[in-house]
């Protein structure tokens, strides 16, 4: 007689038969990596990046995806995309947001975006303990018009919380056509909400150089960023002002996200009669370097560098250097703390690796990467176009005048000749 079979006694029976094709999933792995075995496993070793016991967790996961994901079947994924994608949760286990993997589609399209122009916000960000901050707004962009601030922390892009993202990802959805709009949403230290940023994209032309002479006699030059022809406009931008009798400098490096470091290396070959500028410390011998001043042509003229949390990179290194080499004042609140170097291994099939090799170093020894650049007069305040309200630039203009005066010396962090 016809019994008829409960609906606990129907669950029950699949979980017991999902375990039984698991167990065969479980034989089938370790057999196939049995047979293996009955090759030659000491070549296995040798090409394998894993161990056996990983290479067989791996196979055992991937078997188990394909046997019981609901898409599985219909919706199968590219051997490549499964490389990568292990590739890539390989890479972001050692936790460096700049030692990242790009497949080669990524690659083409970040050297295309190098050499062309596009549609952006005007932003530099950075990563740190997963999350997106803005490091700096560049002057008279889209962000800075908008109230962007360093430090603030980017949450959402429209609808998507990029938690978790690569900064690759995030400019890649911050750029698009000059014209359209994004919403960003963003998390500041004090606020209680997210404030919401609704921005319209423009093709980001950069001026690097903005000077102007305060006070009578009071130099001030702005560099927003290191490129290619930084050196020419800041020169022609000094001879100006030396010109129209200025006594003294004060480098504005706040805000300024960094750039090419050979563009920063020239302006310290300005101010330091040779020695030391930055020192790379990297874990293989080829990864460590130092870079030295040729023979400066100004190494007397009385100048305070304006740093804040803005300050990133190459113009930490200029602040860094003309600090330790007792040949500026620093003035401002602490930098960002952005102080490494990537190099691109380009990989057999056209993808690549984006490796943090070194850390830059002052020339007193100072890590600047994750701690950043203790300025030598701390000072509260904000970047203002009002100069009037900028405390920072106001207590600049004052340690510049006992410079000038004799007043203020500025003291030496390392040995002399270094």
Not at 196 to 208: G, N, P, T, V
Not at 281 to 296: H, I, P, Q
Not at 381 to 399: I, P, S, Y
Request: glycine share 12%; charged share 25%.
């Amino acid at each position: 007689m016809n019994k008829e079979i409960s609906p606990l006694w129907r669950r029950m029976r699949g979980w017991i038969a999902g375990m039984i094709v698991g167990v065969v999933v479980g034989i089938a792995v370790t057999g196939g990596l049995l047979a293996a075995g009955a090759m030659d496993l000491g070549e296995f070793a040798r090409i394998s990046p894993f161990n056996a016991r990983a290479m067989w967790l791996m196979k055992q996961a991937r078997a188990i995806v394909e046997t019981y994901q609901v898409d599985s079947g219909t919706k199968p994924v590219e051997e490549n995309d499964l490389l990568y994608g292990a590739i890539h949760g390989m890479v972001a286990a050692w936790g460096d947001p700049y030692t990242r993997f790009v497949n080669p589609s990524q690659l083409k399209e970040e050297e295309i975006e190098m050499e062309g122009q596009y549609g952006g916000l005007g932003i530099y960000i950075g990563q740190r303990d997963g999350r997106t901050l803005v490091i700096s707004p560049i002057e008279d962009t889209p962000a800075d018009r908008a109230g962007l601030k360093p430090q603030d922390q980017i949450v959402k892009i429209e609808d998507e919380i990029i938690l978790g993202w690569d900064s690759q990802k995030v400019v890649k959805h911050l750029r698009g056509k000059p014209g359209t709009s994004v919403t960003i949403w963003i998390r500041r230290e004090g606020e209680e909400e997210l404030l919401k940023f609704d921005l319209a994209r423009e093709i980001i032309k950069l001026k690097s150089v903005r000077w102007e002479m305060m006070d009578k006699n009071l130099g001030y030059i702005k560099l927003s960023q290191f490129k290619q022809n930084t050196a020419d406009e800041f020169e022609s931008a000094l001879r100006e002002l030396l010109g129209g009798g200025a006594k003294g400098l004060i480098l504005d490096l706040r805000n300024n996200g960094g750039g090419l470091l050979n563009g920063a290396m020239e302006i310290c070959d300005m101010f330091l009669d040779g020695g030391l500028v930055v020192q790379m410390k990297g874990r293989v011998e080829k990864a460590n370097d130092e870079m030295f001043a040729s023979r400066g042509t100004l190494t007397d003229l009385p100048m305070v560098v304006l740093i804040n949390e803005g300050s990133a990179s190459a113009s930490e290194i200029v602040a860094g250097a003309l600090a330790d080499r007792g040949r500026a004042l620093s003035v401002g609140k602490k930098s960002f703390g952005k102080g490494s170097v990537q190099t691109l291994f380009n990989l057999g099939d056209g993808a690549g690796l984006y490796v943090t090799i070194a850390r830059y170093q002052t020339p007193s020894g100072r890590i600047i990467d994750n701690v950043g650049l203790e300025p030598d007069v701390q000072v509260e305040g904000e970047v203002t176009k009002e100069t009037e309200k900028d405390e920072q630039l106001k207590r600049a203009k004052l340690e510049l005048r006992d410079l000038i005066s004799g007043k203020r010396a500025t003291v030496p962090k390392v040995p002399s000749g270094s």
